[in-house]
C-alpha cells in the first residue's frame, strides 16, 4: 500500500469515527466496539491455534489478567484519567503474555488435548484468584472503572488496536518464524530433523497470543465499566474458539469476519419473541453445519484480500 492509500486510509478511518458518533444510538455503537474487542480475542487464538496448531482453550484467563492489570492501573495509579486507558491496556497486555510466558514453560511437552486441559485449568486458576481478592472486589467485581469520554475515542483506539493486532500477526504469519510454525503444523518431526527450534518457537507464539488476548481485556474493561470473575469464565474461552473456527483456523482476516457474525447475530436472536434461549440452540447447529459443510472454516487458512486478488486477476 502507497503513502497516499495510507493517509487516505486514515483519514477516512478517523472520519467514519466522527460520523458514526453522530448518526449510530448508543446499542449499535455498545456493539460495534463488541465486535473490535472480539475480534481482537479471536486473532490472538487463531495465531496459537491456527497457525501454530496448539490447542488451547486459556482465553478466558488472559483476558481477564489484561482487564484487571488495566482497570487497577487505571484507577489506583493514573486517578481514572482515561487518556492513560491505551497505556495501561498495554501493560495489561504485557503482564498477560508474561503468564502466558510461565503457563508455556511446564506446557509445551503436551500436546493436543492434553495442552487444552492445561490451559484451560490456567484460566479457570485466573478466575479463582480474582473470585478470592478482595481488593479487586472478589465475587462482587471491580466496579466505577474509567471508560471512554465518547464513542468516536472508543472507535478510534480499539479499531487502531484491532488493524495492529491484524498487522502484526498477519507479518508475522508470513515472515520465517509464521514458517516455521506452518512447517510444526504439517510435520513437527520432520521440522525438528531440519533444525527448527521446536519448543522455543511454540512458546514464542504462545506469549504473543497472550499479549494481544491480554490486550483485548484491557479494552474490554474500559468498555463495560465494570468486570467481574463471572464474566471469564469457560464460556467466553469456547466463544473465543467458535469464532476462530467460523473464520478458519490460520486465516487471521477471517476471525474479523467471524466476530462481525457471532456478534450481531445473538443480538438478532434475542429480539425473538420465544421462552427459550434461541441462541444456545443455534449456535450448536450453526457449528455442527460448519463442521459437516466446510470444517476448514469460512476461508480456511487463506486471507480474505487474496480472494479479491484472484477476482482482479481473472
Same mark, same amino acid.
Given at each position: 500500500m502507497s503513502l497516499k492509500? &495510507?493517509?487516505? %486510509?486514515l483519514v477516512c %478511518? =478517523?472520519?467514519l469515527g466522527i460520523a458514526l458518533n453522530f448518526f449510530l444510538n448508543s446499542y449499535i455503537q455498545a456493539l460495534a466496539i463488541s465486535f473490535m474487542i472480539n475480534s481482537i480475542m479471536a486473532m490472538s487464538l487463531n495465531f496459537i491455534t491456527g497457525v501454530a496448531n496448539q490447542f488451547s482453550l486459556g482465553s478466558a484467563? %488472559?483476558? !481477564? =489478567?489484561g482487564a484487571y492489570t488495566s482497570a487497577v492501573l487505571t484507577k489506583e495509579v493514573f486517578n481514572d484519567q482515561w487518556y492513560f486507558i491505551p /497505556?495501561? !491496556?498495554l501493560i495489561g497486555a504485557c503482564v498477560a503474555a508474561f503468564a502466558g510466558y510461565l503457563v508455556s514453560l511446564p506446557s509445551f511437552k503436551l500436546k493436543g488435548d492434553y495442552l487444552a486441559i492445561v490451559t484451560l485449568g490456567f484460566a479457570e486458576i485466573v478466575r =479463582?484468584? %480474582? /473470585? +478470592?481478592w478482595n481488593h479487586v472486589g472478589g465475587p462482587r467485581g471491580? +466496579? !466505577?472503572i474509567v471508560k471512554w469520554p465518547n464513542f468516536t475515542m !472508543?472507535?478510534?483506539f480499539t479499531g487502531a488496536a484491532v488493524l495492529i493486532t491484524l498487522y502484526v500477526l498477519y507479518s508475522l504469519k508470513i515472515s520465517w518464524f509464521g514458517r516455521n510454525l506452518w512447517a510444526l503444523n504439517e510435520d513437527e518431526i520432520a521440522a525438528e530433523v531440519m533444525g527448527t527450534p521446536i519448543a522455543k518457537n511454540k512458546r514464542t507464539a504462545f506469549l504473543i497470543s497472550s499479549f494481544f488476548g491480554g490486550l483485548a481485556g484491557g479494552f474490554y474493561a474500559h468498555n463495560m465499566g465494570y468486570i467481574s470473575p463471572g464474566s471469564f469464565g469457560f464460556l467466553l474461552s469456547v466463544q473465543v474458539l467458535i469464532i476462530t473456527v467460523l473464520g478458519g483456523l490460520g486465516s487471521i482476516s477471517g476471525s474479523i469476519i467471524a466476530s462481525i457474525i457471532l456478534t450481531v447475530l445473538p443480538e438478532l436472536l434475542r429480539s425473538l419473541p420465544t &421462552? =427459550?434461549?434461541v441462541r444456545m440452540i443455534v449456535f450448536p447447529i450453526l457449528l455442527i453445519l460448519m463442521m459437516i459443510v466446510r470444517p476448514e472454516g469460512l476461508f480456511g487458512k487463506k486471507e480474505i484480500w487474496t480472494f479479491f486478488k484472484k477476482e482482479g486477476g481473472s
Open positions: 492509500s &495510507k493517509i487516505i %486510509f %478511518f =478517523v472520519g484467563g %488472559f483476558v !481477564a =489478567v /497505556l495501561t !491496556a =479463582v484468584i %480474582f /473470585l +478470592n471491580y +466496579n !466505577a !472508543a472507535y478510534l &421462552k =427459550v434461549d
